[in-house]
């Protein structure tokens, strides 16, 4: 009888593994194949802008800001600008010692001043393109595939927004989205940048292509160099990311690609340069 209970036991202890093994397996499954969607992650994420020419770039712009946070004692200079600012838009302002603002920072270069902004509001593509209509300007659009860099994205918005560009298309995977980093390195000109987050990067450039768009893509094994190509129409300009360029299956989608010319014994360029040289071809074609 000792003998059968003990079995029994042993059976329904068993039984209870093997169930508890199936859910943690399922969660594992659930972790791995259905992560959290985009939409859920930027719920719970706020973040911050440092330094005294964003914040101030920021207040400017009119964007929402939760409040700002600035190191106890400093009244001096930029300072008192940021603080008059926030005050007459009754933005809160707190006061925190320096080693606080140290602990709170996510740069070395936050000059005594965070700014707390809720997520990036990133838009559509029809947005970026209706931005063109309203100026009555053919679309003049960048595509990242792929700038994993945040350093080189925020160079890359700062550019562009100086160039005149309607807007800049990322994916929504495996590539840098605007972040604090992304608004210091750009200067507070994503606060000026339509920027659209998409799925597919191939899908959207031929939807961009059967609205009359020419997509030029930027390869080292180009025929053409850039300033032999005619950019000066509706043109989506593809900057592939660093070290690797465009993906093979991007690559075939342009419609032409272009080169820019290495006359040294390094053969490639960091993305935000070869994004300013091709930009600005662009602009002296259609502008000038």
């Given at each position: 009888?000792?003998?059968?209970?003990?079995r029994?036991?042993?059976?329904?202890?068993?039984?209870?593994?093997?169930?508890?093994?199936?859910?943690?397996?399922?969660?594992?499954?659930?972790?791995?194949?259905?992560?959290?969607?985009?939409e859920?992650?930027?719920?719970?994420?706020?973040?911050?802008?440092?330094?005294?020419?964003?914040?101030?770039?920021?207040?400017?712009?009119?964007?929402?800001?939760?409040?700002?946070?600035?190191?106890?004692?400093?009244?001096?200079?930029?300072?008192?600008?940021?603080?008059?600012?926030?005050?007459?838009?009754?933005i809160?302002?707190?006061?925190?010692?320096?080693?606080?603002?140290?602990?709170?920072?996510?740069?070395?270069?936050?000059?005594?001043?965070?700014?707390?902004?809720?997520p990036?509001?990133?838009?559509?593509?029809?947005?970026?393109?209706?931005?063109?209509?309203?100026?009555?300007?053919?679309?003049?659009?960048?595509?990242?595939?792929?700038?994993?860099?945040?350093?080189?994205?925020?160079?890359?918005?700062?550019?562009?927004?100086?160039?005149?560009?309607?807007?800049?298309?990322?994916?929504?995977?495996?590539?840098?989205?605007?972040?604090?980093?992304?608004?210091?390195?750009?200067?507070?000109?994503?606060?000026?940048?339509?920027i659209?987050?998409?799925?597919?990067?191939?899908?959207?450039?031929?939807?961009?292509?059967?609205?009359?768009?020419?997509?030029?893509?930027?390869?080292?094994?180009?025929?053409?160099?850039?300033?032999?190509?005619?950019?000066?129409?509706?043109?989506?300009?593809?900057?592939?990311?660093?070290?690797?360029?465009?993906?093979?299956?991007?690559?075939?989608?342009?419609?032409?690609?272009?080169?820019?010319?290495?006359?040294?014994?390094?053969?490639?360029?960091?993305?935000?340069?070869?994004?300013?040289?091709?930009?600005?071809?662009?602009?002296?074609?259609?502008?000038?």
């Amino acid at each position: 009888m000792a003998k059968e209970e003990r079995r029994k036991g042993e059976r329904r202890q068993k039984e209870r593994r093997q169930h508890n093994r199936g859910i943690v397996d399922r969660r594992k499954a659930d972790r791995r194949f259905n992560p959290r969607s985009e939409e859920e992650e930027e719920k719970d994420f706020q973040d911050q802008v440092e330094g005294r020419n964003s914040v101030i770039e920021l207040l400017e712009s009119g964007k929402d800001i939760n409040k700002i946070y600035v190191t106890q004692g400093e009244k001096y200079g930029s300072i008192n600008k940021i603080i008059a600012m926030a005050k007459e838009r009754k933005i809160v302002i707190v006061e925190k010692d320096r080693r606080q603002i140290e602990e709170m920072a996510q740069s070395e270069n936050h000059q005594g001043v965070i700014a707390i902004v809720p997520p990036f509001e990133y838009c559509e593509v029809e947005d970026i393109l209706k931005c063109a209509e309203e100026r009555e300007e053919p679309p003049f659009v960048l595509i990242l595939d792929g700038i994993e860099d945040t350093h080189n994205l925020g160079a890359i918005i700062r550019t562009a927004e100086t160039a005149g560009v309607n807007g800049i298309i990322i994916p929504k995977r495996r590539a840098a989205s605007v972040n604090a980093t992304v608004n210091k390195v750009s200067s507070g000109a994503v606060e000026y940048m339509k920027i659209a987050r998409v799925n597919n990067i191939t899908e959207t450039i031929n939807k961009l292509k059967e609205k009359g768009l020419w997509i030029c893509g930027t390869a080292v094994d180009a025929e053409k160099y850039y300033f032999n190509q005619d950019l000066g129409g509706p043109i989506g300009i593809v900057i592939g990311r660093e070290g690797k360029g465009m993906s093979e299956l991007v690559k075939k989608n342009c419609d032409f690609l272009v080169k820019i010319p290495m006359m040294g014994n390094i053969k490639s360029l960091n993305a935000s340069v070869s994004t300013g040289i091709i930009l600005y071809e662009a602009v002296k074609q259609r502008k000038f």
